[in-house]
């Protein structure tokens, strides 16, 4: 094996390493220190790790296309607030009052299309004036905010489907309505960003903007369709979450932006765009709630649990570079 | 002949546009409410804008040097709950230097890893923001922080006191102004901060030590959340855990509309004033006229994008962008 396939292969293999390492701790550490006697690796921990993951981790999916493509979405915590809300209210709507339980999907492509409307509302922003997406996701995130807190006040909305909390809380050949939803969104976007076009040219305009543009690519429909998808993605996590809970507040979703980014910074995906793999960002995402739920079984505080993922997270960029320091001699300047 | 004038409007336009958008909101508030342009009123603003401000100016630094800092929000509820701590067990006499120690430990900490180790400073500050939180949230055993005996303490001089009939909070942000602003844009350390940011190899090759501005720069940046800390935890005498939770995007709003930019380089304080006041009066006035308080939000999104826009419109001479 050569010298770069190598430091690929590692890199590729961190995040399960350290998965795999994160099992081996908190069930060797759970057997000394840990309060119920029940395994750390009991099947139905595990079944619940993966649901609890499924809302960062949806989000997580569209996160790592718009970063491989170069630009950055701190909005997603209040796209996810707006469609919940969407969700819930609509289906509360006189309009919909015949329809019975068809409120529900009605409800939910209201809610998607929310997701993907605003998500394309920042697309278009960035493509049209320039601005930085840093700037205009940040300055979409107050926005969308506020449209939030506009909706219904400083109230919370609520309304519980029991058709919809049975589909939610139903398990299918042993796996929840959630995880599901998160494997399949994995899957689609890996299949969209490995074996379609616009999938190839993200990763082309995320690499070099300017050798994108001179082979004939067009940058701004591919960040727009980007935008889109990750608008669309935080609708679908929020479907996903509130068909079961029920109830959104309108601080809800808040700081999601920063667990998402945490999870595919985590997975190995650059800042600067060209290179990620939504496999390491599924990787990244089940490390973090992996450490969540380890850190409760051995009894840590759950205070302790931010301090040692915003600890890991600086560790892995420090690795991440003495890794790469070799090759690439801009990282020194 | 036409054509100069206006050509000559858009560049005044452009380098002054934020001052003419204050300009704007400060009549048409006036016009909506006479109470606006009251003095007090116009105090009180002020001294609300304080905390957000004083944070701003020690971002404005590390924003011009070429970098991010996104861990100020956690980091002021870190020190507003240990100076409250301390205030308690040491008396405020030395719990104020001590927080400022302990305040001034994680920027050098920050600015370690972004200056002399050289890692991206968003997601350190990222990893900062959700480390310091969980800091906190062990130092507190995740209670809320309260000052005992709060009607017989001087602490409370620096969020509640006046001098000379202006309040303690506007004096520190003033007098912490001028003193940044002189030493941005009077002194050799200013220069190198801006050549840092705006060309960091060509820095480096003309002798600045980029490394120690860097760390400098978030050392300043810690010492400008800590005063931010004293003044909340002095205005409250009781703090919850979470107090500046998302002020580190406000602050990046503020600093954004002043005119910085992301990418390092450019960028006052006397901007960064304005971009604080900008915000204030905005919630302000929308309140005045009888909004409710969040739809300052959606109003400075507006803003934040129209400014920007603007501003880069006049730079590269063309109202739409050039991306295919």
Redesign the interface.
């Known amino acids: 094996m050569q010298a770069g396939s190598l430091s690929t292969f590692l890199k590729r293999g961190a995040i399960w390493g350290f998965i795999v390492l994160e099992l081996i701790f908190f069930s060797v550490a759970g057997e000394f220190m840990s309060l119920s006697d029940k395994a750390f690796m009991d099947v139905d921990n595990m079944l619940l790790l993966f649901k609890q993951s499924a809302p960062i981790g949806i989000i997580a999916m569209g996160m790592t296309i718009v970063m491989i493509n170069g630009n950055i979405d701190?909005s997603v915590g209040a796209i996810y607030a707006i469609c919940a809300i969407i969700l819930l209210d609509s289906m509360t709507w006189p309009i919909f009052a015949g329809l019975g339980d068809w409120a529900i999907p009605v409800a939910w492509l209201l809610a998607l299309g929310a997701g993907v409307g605003l998500g394309a509302l920042n697309g278009l922003?960035v493509?049209?004036?320039?601005?930085?997406a840093?700037?205009?996701t940040?300055?979409?995130?107050?926005?969308?905010?506020?449209?939030v807190?506009?909706y219904n006040?400083e109230q919370p909305t609520s309304h519980l489907n029991w058709t919809l909390v049975d589909f939610a809380e139903a398990q299918v050949l042993g796996l929840h309505t959630a995880t599901w939803f998160l494997l399949a969104v994995t899957a689609a976007i890996w299949f969209l960003m490995n074996k379609t076009v616009h999938g190839r040219n993200a990763y082309a305009i995320g690499d070099n903007r300017e050798a994108a543009?001179n082979a004939g690519i067009?940058?701004?429909p591919h960040?727009m369709i980007n935008f889109m998808i990750i608008g669309f993605l935080a609708a679908l996590s929020a479907v996903v979450f509130y068909s079961e809970s029920g109830s959104v507040n309108p601080n809800d979703g808040?700081?999601y932006e920063?667990w998402v980014?945490?999870a595919v910074?985590l997975g190995g995906t650059k800042?600067t765009g060209g290179s990620g793999s939504i496999i390491s960002t599924l990787g990244g995402v089940l490390a973090i709630q992996l450490l969540r739920k380890g850190l409760a079984h051995i009894g840590a505080?759950t205070?302790?649990?931010?301090?040692?993922?915003?600890?890991?997270?600086?560790a892995v960029?420090?690795l991440d570079?003495q890794l790469n320091i070799k090759g690439k001699e801009e990282?020194?300047? | 002949m036409s054509g100069v004038n206006k050509a000559q409007i858009g560049g005044f336009l452009a380098r002054q546009g934020i001052l003419v958008a204050f300009v704007v909101f400060m009549v048409g508030f006036t016009l909506a409410n006479q109470r606006f342009l009251d003095p007090d009123n116009i105090m009180g603003v002020m001294r609300s804008s304080a905390i957000l401000g004083v944070m701003a100016l020690g971002v404005t630094f590390v924003v011009i040097s070429g970098n991010l800092d996104?861990s100020v929000g956690s980091m002021m509820s870190f020190s507003t709950i240990v100076v409250l701590d301390l205030h308690d067990k040491l008396g405020p006499a030395l719990a104020i230097p001590a927080m400022f120690a302990m305040t001034l430990c994680l920027g050098a900490f920050i600015g370690f890893?972004v200056g002399y180790?050289?890692?991206?400073s968003?997601?350190?500050t990222?990893?900062?923001?959700?480390?310091?939180?969980?800091?906190t949230?062990?130092y507190s055993g995740?209670q809320n922080m309260d000052i005992a005996d709060k009607e017989g303490t001087w602490f409370s001089v620096f969020g509640q006191g006046e001098a000379l009939g202006i309040p303690v909070p506007i004096l520190i942000f003033v007098g912490l102004a001028a003193l940044l602003g002189v030493t941005l844009g009077k002194t050799p350390f200013g220069r190198k901060v801006y050549a840092v940011g705006g060309n960091?190899?060509a820095a480096?090759f003309s002798g600045i030590r980029r490394a120690r501005v860097v760390f400098i720069c978030y050392l300043m940046s810690s010492f400008c959340v800590a005063t931010a800390g004293l003044i909340q935890a002095s205005r409250s005498l009781g703090s919850q855990n979470t107090v500046g939770?998302?002020l580190e995007?406000e602050v990046?709003?503020a600093i954004?509309l002043g005119g910085a930019s992301?990418l390092g380089g450019s960028g006052t304080i006397f901007k960064t004033v304005i971009g604080v006041l900008i915000l204030g009066f905005i919630q302000n006035g929308l309140l005045l006229v009888g909004l409710?308080f969040?739809?300052?939000?959606?109003?400075?999104?507006?803003i934040?994008?129209l400014a920007?826009?603007l501003d880069?419109?006049a730079k590269?001479g063309k109202l739409?962008?050039?991306?295919?």
Request: aromatic share 10%; proline share 1%.
């Open positions: 701190l922003i493509w049209k004036t320039g601005v930085d840093f700037i205009v940040l300055g979409a995130m107050l926005g969308y905010r506020g449209l807190f506009m006040g543009v067009r940058v701004g960040m808040e700081l920063l980014i945490t910074v800042l505080d205070e302790t649990v931010n301090l040692v993922i915003g600890l890991i997270l600086i960029l420090f570079r990282l020194k300047v | 996104l890893l180790l050289k890692l991206n968003l997601i350190v990222l990893g900062m923001l959700s480390a310091i939180h969980g800091l949230l062990t995740g960091g190899t480096t939770q998302g995007l990046l709003a954004i992301l409710q969040y739809v300052q939000y959606v109003v400075t999104w507006v934040i994008i920007v826009w880069i419109a590269r739409w962008s050039p991306i295919a």
